[in-house]
């Protein structure tokens, strides 16, 4: 079992111009884009700082007949030696993630390693298992090995408290991948120390995910073409791949494409705290999901070991400052390379635009050192792209603030703003009765989430959608739990306001209640009598809470359909073009909808519309035609939601310093205290203070050149209320009034805001 320390020497790789495998792609110049200053061209290394690690190409001779060595498809832009201030902001660095809890204790350490070891044994015994059932003797069967291996952060050493671990399982021949996912599922189960066991068999790379004594685990499936697995088994062999197919090898390049960055780094230890860095500030700025079309945990790995390349001798801080103004200056689609693409002993696809119409459109080509090599961004989307760059501004501002002194490091992690940066979000909830069929159909419909985005940016007027990469899981009791799955179905559960679900399930809940995004009035009806149909548009009564929290579902005798519905629930946030309203109408449908209504009031002209009815259909459409989809047992539900108008589950994942206080009063409240009680007195007012006797003459003023203008301009005399002749009245007759009155429309004829009688106007 491999364990996360400096990998193994492996013999020197010659790049084309040495004489080696010649590249597939010789014209491809990975920093010809950077627009760099002629002193930071990229110079020669000298060989001191080349030997830190030795696994790498070589470039030809150099006029003084001595070769020159570096990692990497160009030389180093530079080879300084670090400032005194860049050792100083590393060890700012160092801290901040020390203090930000980073760094796994020892204890925690050790006991993933316990872990891994039984998890270990726990495959070994699988094989044999299986060899026996296959008709092996006994004696061969318990020879037939089986073995676990690590990558991503765990391998890397970059992992944090609490992280998943990526595990891969190899095994011979005899053991196919269904005996995987139901045999070895099996056994977990029987363990008491597993917890969350998932299988995911329809994944690109299919997985079996689950907690092995509060430790998460990725586990994936190799099956080779040899009888046995040695503990000595070493993956870096292209020839193991002979025979596999592509599921196998994109299993197994998880752990090849991990090793071989280790290897095409000159400095491991300043790679792993740079890449630490990257990490965590990706995962605080929610664009660490390679899923949902960011980057994940293999393309950013790459992107720093590209920028070591670069910087060889460079301390951590420094290759962090680099690596923002690299990639933000990166001329996409142009790839980004740590070694020449290869060609290998198999006849796999390797990622070559030259061949294949699909490897073209790749955004942002990030491309995986081992053979086969693969894009590992194929997911990016131009909305995450166009996000991804944004946060790139955004860090290299902020670290560049850092290197002149005006500002830290625990600034450059500052948690994302997604549920304050939009007017509109869509919601789309994920719901199933049982907790093991969740597990599954969340992964199902956030795997197919970037297909949603992707329909959504060809809405006219849709700037970008984006996705956000946490999900909310609750679970919520109902009365009748078919009843509450059968009446959330398209497109009434779409329209903004009169979303029948969110009547009955609130996230992050155990008592179902209205949710603060709905604007549904509750209904003054009474309630169905049990087991009573009602009407399918309408299902609110199916999440009518029956008994207490604390209340059993078995008690529950009235309700024998009780129970409780598994909520998973994906947000994406939808700015649009000319303060157009994304209401989302379903299309063929009236003018004056029930949500147009709703929003503009029943006389109201609509408003005109984003239409995402056919995005949003084709999307439930995808998750329907699943072949796991059971529409007894699961349903998916699209609604719109307004900022103001979110959920509690989202209002609380708002960052601390961006929520909005209360505000202490209204500018309506603002407005009354100026005005004077009815039936009250000047005089009293008047001792208020200073300025509301500033505010009343400036009132009383306004109305005095009303009063006058409009007497003037009258043809009449001027009559009292009596009937009796009135002269003029002047302007100590007359009551001071607020200015916002006064300036109306309208001005009282017989009484004042404050109650008191008005001189005669004429009429």
Sequence with gaps: MQAATAPPRTPRVESSAAGGSASRFPEVNTSANLSLPNSAQPVSTNSASATRNQDGPQTPNTPSGQPTKYLGVTPPISTATPSTFELEATSNLVQTLNEMG????????????????????????????????????????????????????????????????????????????????????????????????????????????????????????????????????????????????????????????????????????????????????????????????????????????????????????????????????????????????????????????????????????????????????????????????????????????????????????????????????????????????????????????????????????????????????????????????????????????????????????????????????????????????????????????????????EDSKDYPNAGYVYVTSFYMGLPTESKLESTGTPTGSATNSAASIAANGPSASPKPTVDLSWSLGEFENMIKSWDAFDPESMAIVISLKKASKLPEEALNDIPEHLRQKPKKTSKSLKRTRSVPERGGSLSSNAESGSKRKRASSKSASSLERASRKKLKDSPQPVVAANGDSAKSPTPSDRTPVDKSVASSATIPATESPSGTPLPPVAT
């Design 102 to 553: 980073q760094f796994e204790p020892e204890a925690s350490a050790r006991k993933r390693e316990v872990v891994l070891g039984k998890l270990n044994l726990i495959v070994k015994s699988f094989v044999t298992q299986i060899s026996i059932k296959r008709g092996m003797p006994e004696a061969i069967a318990r020879q037939a090995g089986g073995k676990i291996f690590t990558f991503g952060s765990y391998r890397l050493g970059v992992h944090s408290v609490g992280a998943d671990i990526d595990t891969l399982c190899v095994v011979p021949r005899q053991v196919q991948r269904e005996d995987f996912f139901e045999t070895l599922v099996a056994n977990l189960k029987e363990r008491p120390e597993v917890t969350d066991l998932t299988p995911v068999p329809d994944a690109y790379v299919p997985v079996i995910k689950m907690e092995f004594a509060g430790i998460p685990i990725d586990l994936v499936f190799a099956r080779l073409t040899s009888p046995s697995i040695p503990d000595d088994l070493d993956l870096k062999d292209d020839n193991l791949l002979k025979g596999l197919d592509e599921r196998c090898v994109r299993s197994l390049n998880g752990s090849r494409v991990t090793d071989q960055t280790l290897r095409l780094v000159p400095n491991v230890e300043e790679f792993r705290l740079a890449l630490r860095c990257i990490k965590l500030w990706a995962k605080t700025r929610a664009i660490y999901s390679n899923v949902l079309g960011f980057l994940g945990g293999v393309a950013w790995q790459m992107l720093v070991a590209r920028v070591c390349q670069l910087y060889p001798n460079a301390t951590a801080g420094a290759i962090v400052s680099k690596f923002f103004t690299i990639v933000l200056q990166w001329n996409w689609p142009q790839p980004v390379l740590l070694k020449p693409i290869e060609d290998g002993p198999l006849q796999v696809r390797v990622w070559n635009p030259k061949l294949y119409a699909a490897d073209r459109q790749h955004r942002m080509p990030i491309i995986t050192p081992a053979y086969p090599s693969m894009c590992a961004t194929h997911n990016v989307t131009a909305s995450t792209q166009t996000i991804l760059t944004s946060e790139f501004k955004r860090a290299a501002e902020i670290v560049g603030k850092i290197f002149r002194r005006k500002a830290t490091w625990s600034e450059l992690f500052q948690k994302q703003e997604f549920f304050t940066k939009y007017k509109r979000y869509l919601r789309v909830m994920a719901m199933s009765n049982s907790q093991e069929r969740q597990m599954r159909y969340q992964g199902m419909v956030e795997s197919r989430m970037r297909q949603l985005v992707m329909k959504l940016e060809t809405v006219e007027d849709v700037v970008l959608a984006h996705p956000y990469v946490k999900n909310f899981e609750s679970k919520v009791y109902v009365k009748d739990v078919e009843e509450a799955l059968r009446g959330t179905q398209y497109p009434e559960a779409f329209e903004p306001g009169v979303t029948p679900i969110d009547n009955s399930l609130k996230a992050g809940s155990e008592t179902p209640q209205p949710l603060s995004g709905s604007t549904t009035e509750p209904s003054s009806t009474p309630a169905p009598a049990p087991g009573t149909a009602k009407d399918p548009s309408s299902t609110i009564a199916t999440g009518t809470p029956v008994a207490s929290p604390q209340t059993n579902i």
